[in-house]
């Protein structure tokens, strides 16, 4: 005990630790289900840094061709890559292989998932506007980065499935003019397969994807404990004031129970559900190549987008062939994710909202954004719906022609019609919150009046369930003002009219004076 206080005592005098720990076991966390996502996120990443480290000392990353002559006697005698072997060796021959080859699957689709639903929470509740601005950047490219470590890792057996795969990606740079060949030939080595992909997947997906996401991922930390955790409107709770649970000891102990829990139905998951079965692909060759051919989920979007291309956008053009079947969908992927991830500084600049916000909105009181967002993620799904148009048609006996064209006018038609849906129902929603404000509940009982009059009595509502209902601020247009050389400019004007778009319609909240009214009724 005591060289333990004396080695305590001597690494505090040399970096000041306590001082750290201390403040961060003063950090509160709102005790709200919506923020498990991110713990979940954090959690399944690290299962993923555990469960990969042990696949690591198994997994030979070479292109050099052999003879399988594993356990698995359906694939033994046949030539495949190091790589492939390799893989089939941890997942026969290994003890534990297969479950932890099936655990890292899992925790690394887990891990996409959770930090997408955790952005789209973010999202919803406003919890990106000032000072979290820079955080909700961070956190998208956090986004990006799972989804490049997922797609290298995905690659590295080389298998069947994942070789299709990097055939398209290889397709795809070479659809770039002038630049797409040389840069197929610096990421394969050559002509495709080459020889030096794997490796070089494999140097990305170990080492400077993981450097680059664990950086990202504590700098996201870092600032979310620096800029305080977002909550929901109620009693006592403030953009000031934050009502939860500190770090130490409580949150601490819920937070190491969580990841136990996301740990164990990780490895039930991979133990009873088969995912990625190499062996029923076999090593790589062009030529078995058919419908049904799928990537990860979280690779749909990009598939889909290729297939909704109509035919014949290829031209040629000074001796240079020109692939807009390519270039269009990369281009309009290319610009989804920089709105996405600029768009807190897009709604600041219409809003001409500077405040710092540390209360979470509710989604329907701030419909316009909610439509936007309802518009996005049906964008999105429309995309990664056409990524399975070849199932689609065969499980359903449709014409491929048939799907395509129906998930095209979908692909137009479909964000359009959510955003108005969900802003009607958005506004719907808070004009009934502002009735029951003012009213209370239906109670269902009926009395009659000394008059005569049957009326039904309403039961008022609790003072916390008040405070949800009706703090939310209400926020206006922004008024055209001139500069200083007293000229109104196009930007002014264009910044004007998408303030009106974005405020214009809206309900206001029930006022002091109409809350005491509707009491005293």
């Known amino acids: 005990m005591r060289f333990t206080n004396a080695a305590a005592s001597y690494i505090d005098e040399r970096t000041s630790i306590s001082g750290a720990v201390r403040e961060l076991g003063r950090k509160i966390f709102p005790d709200h289900w919506s923020f498990m996502l991110g713990e979940v996120a954090l959690y399944s990443f690290v299962v993923i840094l555990i469960s990969g480290t042990f696949l690591t000392f198994f997994f030979d990353p070479s292109m050099s061709h052999v003879h399988y002559e594993g356990s698995y006697a359906p694939l033994r005698g046949i030539e495949m890559s190091a790589a492939m072997a390799s893989t089939l060796d ?10 932890m080859r099936q655990v890292h699957h899992w925790a690394a689709l887990l891990f996409v998932a959770s930090i997408g639903l955790h952005m789209l929470r973010v999202f919803f509740t406003g919890a990106f506007r000032k000072p ?7 956190g998208f490219v956090l986004f990006i980065l799972a989804m490049a470590e997922g797609f290298t890792g995905y690659s590295l057996p080389d298998d069947l499935l994942s070789g299709n795969g990097l055939r398209i990606i290889d397709g795809m740079l070479k659809g770039f003019p002038i630049v797409g060949t040389w840069i197929s030939y610096l990421l394969f080595g050559g002509e495709f397969p080459g020889l030096v992909v794997i490796p070089r997947l494999f140097v990305l997906h170990i080492m400077l994807l993981p450097a680059i996401l664990i950086a990202a991922l504590g700098l996201h930390l ?62 790589y060759d062009p030529s078995p190549v058919s419908a049904g051919t799928q ?60 405040r710092e916000h540390h209360i979470a909105e509710r989604p329907r009181n701030a419909p316009t954004r909610t439509a936007i967002g309802a518009a996005g993620v049906t964008f999105y799904a429309v995309l990664w719906a056409a990524a399975s148009s070849d199932l689609m048609a065969t499980h359903f006996r449709l014409s491929i022609e048939g799907v395509i064209h129906t998930l095209q006018a979908l692909l137009f038609l479909g964000p359009l019609i959510a955003f108005l849906v969900t802003k009607r129902v958005c506004l719907a929603l808070q004009k009934k919150d ?53 000229r109104i400019t196009l930007g ?30």
């Open 222 to 283: 870092l600032l979310m404990v620096i800029n305080k955790h977002t909550q929901f409107a109620g009693p006592g709770r403030t953009n000031e004031n934050v009502v939860g649970v500190p770090v130490m000891p409580v949150f601490a102990a819920k937070a190491g129970g969580f990841f136990f829990v996301v740990f164990g139905v990780l490895v039930l998951i991979a133990s009873f559900f088969q995912i990625n079965p190499i062996w029923n692909y076999g090593p």
């Open 132 to 138: 979290r601005e820079i955080n909700w950047v961070i």
């Open 90 to 99: 941890i997942s026969f021959d290994i003890r534990g292989g297969l479950l």
């Open 295 to 354: 990537p990860d989920w979280y690779i749909g979007f990009a598939d889909g987008a290729l297939r909704l291309v109509p035919p014949g956008w290829e031209f040629v053009l000074w001796g240079w062939t020109f692939s807009f079947n390519i270039l269009v969908p990369v281009a309009i992927l290319g610009l989804f994710i920089v709105i996405v991830a600029i768009y807190p500084f897009i709604e600041a600049w219409v809003t001409g909202d500077k």
């Open 492 to 521: 002014m004007r264009m910044r004007a009219a998408l303030s009106r778009w974005f405020f214009e319609d809206r309900i206001s909240p029930a006022t002091k004076g109409e809350l005491e009214q509707g009491g005293h009724h």
């Open 434 to 486: 502002r009735e029951i404000a003012l009213h209370g509940y239906e109670s269902g009982r009926i009395v009659r009046l000394p008059g005569g009059e049957y009326v039904e009595v309403h039961q008022p509502v609790s003072e916390y369930e008040r405070w949800r209902l009706v703090s939310y601020e209400d926020y206006a247009p922004l008024m055209i003002r001139p500069n200083d050389q007293g």
